[in-house]
């Protein structure tokens, strides 16, 4: 996502604070905890929104520069947003994956 898309979606969370999570998180825990956040308060909705979106673009401009965020960023559940959306999806094997088996 470029600077202009990172606007948009600041803008859309202006408006309504869970579709600007759901399009950097999609559809998980960190959602429904927006929304239920958005129902309580529309002020806490949105500080958790941007609190999701920084974390999700701090962690992909970390990527960008190679560096590796030191840790999970607490309170944020979804994969996508504490990878920056980089290796989303994929599989890690375990580093004994590749040994011989013993006999």
Do not use: K, W
């Given at each position: ?32 905890i927006n ?69």
């Amino acid at each position: 996502m470029g600077a202009a898309s990172a606007v948009l979606v600041v803008l859309i969370t202006i408006l309504f604070p869970p579709a600007g999570v759901a399009i950097v998180s999609g559809c998980g825990a960190d959602l429904f905890i927006n929304i239920a956040l958005t129902i309580l308060g529309y002020i806490p909705g949105h500080i958790h929104a941007f609190y999701i979106e920084y974390v999700y673009y701090d962690r992909q401009e970390q990527a960008r520069q190679g560096r590796l965020a030191a840790g999970r960023a607490p309170g944020v559940y979804s994969d996508h947003v504490q990878t920056g959306g980089q290796n989303y999806g994929t599989v890690v094997q375990p580093a004994h994956y590749n040994e011989p088996m013993p006999r």
